[in-house]
């Protein structure tokens, strides 16, 4: 079936440089998406989302793009820092459709002090 | 911050044992759902409830795994003969709608289950 998958699996930044997780989809009718944060031992949180019908959303030190016609997502985070050493999942979901929200593997960032 | 609750938080059994998890949502969601994390993957659906109906099990594991949402608030998940493979982290997510709301669901810590 459909599914979100990631690039890499793990990605290794100097605390203060700006980090880029990527995410594909591969289901075109998806039109939500969200970018949640998992830290170890905890649940996911919400980070940022974006709705089919922008190209980019930006937040505190974060911003998404999203890119339709390759159906990829990216997070990027500027100024990383130690608290930001998680693993971040992209998910997707069809408003209207199943509603139900689809999970990406996950990317390990660590940032090094 | 009104929170998800989930126990236990570690949870080690061995093979063939029966074990359950206990969720309570955010008081007032109606919807509440079920996902297995496998170590090293994203979260998968196990279940959906909506009230005390299950709306979605399609991806529940029916001859060993069993969920029930009696009076629409609390939920247990249990899993009766554990295997192996069934060690992984088991999280609840509760929403105040059916459909997805903006900022996705609020999720729990989880129950981390390790069959032996």
């Known amino acids: 079936g459909e599914s979100v998958g990631l690039h890499l699996p793990t990605l290794s930044v100097q605390e203060g440089d700006n980090s880029i997780i990527n995410c594909a989809y591969s289901?075109?009718?998806?039109?939500?998406f969200i970018w949640y944060k998992q830290e170890s031992g905890k649940g996911p949180q919400f980070i940022i989302d974006?709705?089919?019908?922008?190209d980019k959303r930006q937040g505190q030190r974060v911003t998404v793009l999203l890119n339709k016609t390759v159906k990829h997502l990216s997070l990027q985070i500027a100024a990383t820092q130690p608290g930001d050493s998680a693993v971040y999942f992209c998910?997707?979901?069809?408003?209207?459709?199943?509603?139900?929200?689809?999970f990406g593997k996950g990317t390990k960032l660590t940032v090094n002090p | 911050e009104a929170e998800v609750a989930q126990s236990p938080r570690y949870k080690i059994t061995e093979k063939s044992q029966a074990v359950a998890f206990w969720c309570d949502p955010i008081?007032?969601?109606?919807?509440l759902y079920w996902y297995r994390q496998i170590l090293g993957q994203g979260p998968e659906l196990l279940v959906q409830?909506?009230?005390?109906?299950?709306?979605?099990d399609s991806q529940l594991p029916k001859d060993r795994f069993s969920a029930e949402r009696l009076k629409g608030v609390d939920s247990t998940l249990k899993i009766q003969p554990a295997e192996l493979g069934d060690s992984a982290m088991y999280l609840c997510?509760?929403?105040?709608?059916?459909?997805?709301?903006?900022?996705?669901?609020?999720f729990g810590s989880g129950t981390r289950l390790t069959v032996v």
């Open positions: 289901n075109s009718a998806s039109d939500y």
């Open positions: 998910a997707e979901t069809t408003q209207g459709g199943s509603e139900k929200l689809v």
């Open positions: 974006i709705r089919s019908n922008m």
């Open positions: 997510a509760s929403s105040a709608r059916l459909t997805v709301p903006p900022n996705g669901y609020t």
């Open positions: 409830f909506q009230d005390e109906s299950v709306v979605d």
């Open positions: 008081s007032g969601h109606a919807t």
